[in-house]
């Protein structure tokens, strides 16, 4: 029985970033999700380098035996071609990709991963992860110390471990899998997993809808739910050929990667205001937004009140407001310095407690441990998320983050002391 994917990829910004950093593909017999990082001007060119070396992969399909190597050595490529960028335009340092990709190979699916965006499954109703998040929440719950629920809303669930930075330790995972027809997958962003639960995605992708129709689906629930981050989904088919025709061979490309394509460097998305009005009155109804707010005026008349009752009731009100910033501020105060995060200081890597802001001359952090650890011995792109800080949600967990990284300096040490490069320069 011959087989063939039906496809559909979709993008949006979502309703916080100015700019999309996520790049997908679809194609007849490959489809990849990459989540860019590295801030203005860099995420997106890392995802859509990476797009532009795998698309190649989407010919007439290499044989099974090939297959993995295929995609292994398109990531080295990509890989490879990161590190050349940031040689050239030094700007674009600490950038850093994910990738998931399916490549099918008559009836079997070989795919390659690295970072947090994800494969799923949906077979005979069943909806199976295929991928093993490359993150530190993850690491987290392989070690038994939060459960996967927990990890659903921890502040650090976007802290990858493990993506293409243009170093030679950057490998995927690989894995062959079977193809049946029925299987339907999806690849995706954290933009998507990260705001929609496991059982709504379910719901959703068990529908006997098209891919189109289900990943405009996933991105709208993506949106309702407040996600704050750029959301891609790709969603494929496996089909009987002879059953349901000749598949679509046109090539889909989405999000940073088809802007490029295009010519543009960003894209030109409605503000997060207007995405969130637009969702509003779809949810509500135009009319019912209208009426609401007219029935929010009141009659003429009626703010009249004598003016020593007006006077009383305005001084009451600045009291309790008094009262309660008072009462709020010192809430808030007492609430920060129960924080953790790590960050940089005198050049190492340190845990802080509190919160990195200040109010007036005050700072409402202080170290409470600072490592050994040089952030010039660290790789650009961990270094760049600590210029950011990373919160953590008690002090054993920041110093099982000071650990890793630890263990990422110690290999790059390795690494120049052989007379190689790890992606570092001087803070």
Not at 29 to 44: E, I, P
Not at 77 to 105: D, I, K
Not at 390 to 398: A, D, G, L
């Amino acid at each position: 029985m011959a087989i063939a994917l039906h496809y559909a990829a979709r993008s949006d910004v979502g309703l916080v970033r100015a700019e999309n950093q996520d790049s997908g593909y679809a194609g007849p017999h490959l489809l990849v999700v990459a989540d860019g990082m590295g801030g203005h001007a860099a995420g997106d060119v890392a995802s859509s380098i990476a797009i532009g070396e795998m698309v190649s992969l989407d010919d007439e399909g290499p044989g099974a035996e090939s297959a993995l190597d295929l995609l292994a050595g398109a990531l080295r490529s990509a890989n490879s071609e990161l590190r050349e960028a940031m040689q050239r335009q030094p700007e674009l340092l600490g950038m850093g990709t994910t990738v998931t990709a399916l490549l099918r190979t008559g009836n079997k699916i070989a795919v390659a991963h690295i970072g947090d965006s994800r494969a799923y499954l949906l077979r005979e109703g069943a909806l199976t992860q295929i991928t093993h998040d490359h993150s530190f929440v993850q690491s987290l719950i392989d070690e038994g110390r939060i459960t996967e629920e927990e990890a659903q809303g921890h502040p650090q669930r976007s802290l990858v471990t493990r993506v293409l930075t243009g170093q030679n330790e950057d490998e995927p995972d690989l894995a062959m899998r079977e193809a049946h027809v029925g299987d339907r997958y999806l690849v995706c962003s954290d933009g998507l997993s990260g705001f929609v639960a496991r059982e709504t995605l379910q719901e959703i992708l068990v529908q006997d809808q098209p891919p189109g129709v289900v990943a405009d689906r996933l991105v709208g629930l993506a949106l309702r739910a407040g996600a704050p981050d750029n959301v891609t989904c790709i969603v494929g088919d496996i089909v009987d050929l002879d059953r349901d025709g000749a598949p679509s061979t046109a090539q889909e490309v989405v999000g940073a990667a088809a802007e490029r394509r295009a010519g543009t460097s960003r894209a030109a998305a409605a503000t997060p205001a207007a995405k969130a009005a637009a969702l509003s009155r779809e949810a509500r109804g135009a009319d019912a937004a209208d009426a609401e707010q007219a029935g929010s005026e009141g009659p003429p008349g009626s703010a009249t009140r004598s003016g020593h009752w007006r006077w009383v009731k305005v001084l009451s009100l600045v009291l309790l407001g008094l009262i309660a910033v008072a009462g709020g501020g010192y809430a808030a105060y007492t609430w920060s310095q129960q924080q953790y995060y790590v960050g940089e200081a005198n050049g190492h890597v340190a845990i802080y407690a509190g919160v990195a802001q200040k109010i007036g001359p005050w700072e409402l952090s202080h170290v409470v441990d600072q490592s050994d650890i040089a952030l010039s011995d660290l790789p650009d792109f961990y270094r760049s998320k600590l210029d950011s800080t990373v919160s953590t949600t008690h002090v054993e967990e920041s110093r099982r983050l000071v650990t890793d990284l630890r263990v990422q300096a110690i290999r790059c040490q390795t690494i120049k002391a052989a007379g190689g490069t790890c992606g570092t320069s001087s803070p």
